[in-house]
């Protein structure tokens, strides 16, 4: 099984500010992953895929880089409704398909 | 706009079966990837199968076996149920779908179930 490893598992941000998240792959995924965004009882929400590909309607201030097992999901300039919890997902090992455990992006 | 809509027991008694059902609509149920996903309270995601338009299908190995992916294309649902469960079944239930069963576009508001006597 593909261990997904997210840092921070918290990071204070100010809004207008830039984040820059990391989920790291205990073994090579490709560029097999996806960036999910998640509020408090809510569902997740697909923002990326296949690495660098924004899902449908995801504003452009969200983007996201790497390969192999390093990834980075950046937040250009922060928006309130940015603060929430992130999940990396691989899936190019399977089954199973693994979640990294989150980063939350919290207000400063 | 594809929705989903989980239902089912929100307590089942320990070493009973699981059963939830997703109603789907504003999109063929016969053309996608119809997946599972729990989340324990406080906790991150963990994915339990899925299975296709074609009839296939593949689980979490975690599982051991306990859970069935089923499809109703007639009435826009699919299932999911989970036997044998304990204390560490409880958790938030997401049904998800997408063009791909590797990754998640759309997903259901989630369901709490609650395993206790």
């Known amino acids: 099984e593909v261990v997904m490893t997210q840092s921070p598992a918290t990071m204070s941000v100010s809004p207008g500010e830039r984040a820059t998240l990391s989920c790291r792959a205990s073994q090579t995924v490709n560029s097999n992953l996806a960036w999910y965004q998640q509020k408090p009882g809510q569902a997740p929400r697909l923002l990326i895929y296949g690495a660098s590909t924004r899902a449908t309607g995801i504003p452009a201030r969200f983007s996201g880089s790497g390969s192999g097992t390093e990834f980075t999901l950046t937040i250009s300039s922060l928006q309130s409704e940015d603060f929430a919890v992130y999940y990396c997902q691989q899936y190019n090992n399977w089954p199973p398909w693994t979640f990294g455990q989150g980063t939350r992006v919290e207000i400063k | 706009q594809v929705q989903l809509q989980e239902s089912g027991p929100g307590l089942v008694r320990p070493s009973e079966t699981l059963s939830l059902t997703c109603t789907v609509s504003g999109g063929p149920i016969s053309s996608s990837y119809w997946s599972w996903i729990r989340q324990p309270p406080g906790k991150g995601l963990e994915w339990i199968g899925y299975?296709?338009?074609?009839?296939?299908?593949d689980y979490n190995p975690s599982l051991k076996s306990r859970a069935t992916i089923s499809v109703d294309t007639s009435k826009s649902q699919f299932s999911l149920k989970l036997s044998s469960v304990t204390a560490a079944d409880t958790a938030v239930y997401y049904c998800?779908?997408?063009?791909?069963?590797?990754?998640?576009?759309?997903w259901g508001r989630g369901t709490l179930v609650t395993v206790s006597s």
């Open positions: 998800a779908t997408g063009i791909s069963s590797a990754y998640f576009e759309f």
């Open positions: 299975m296709s338009y074609s009839g296939s299908s």
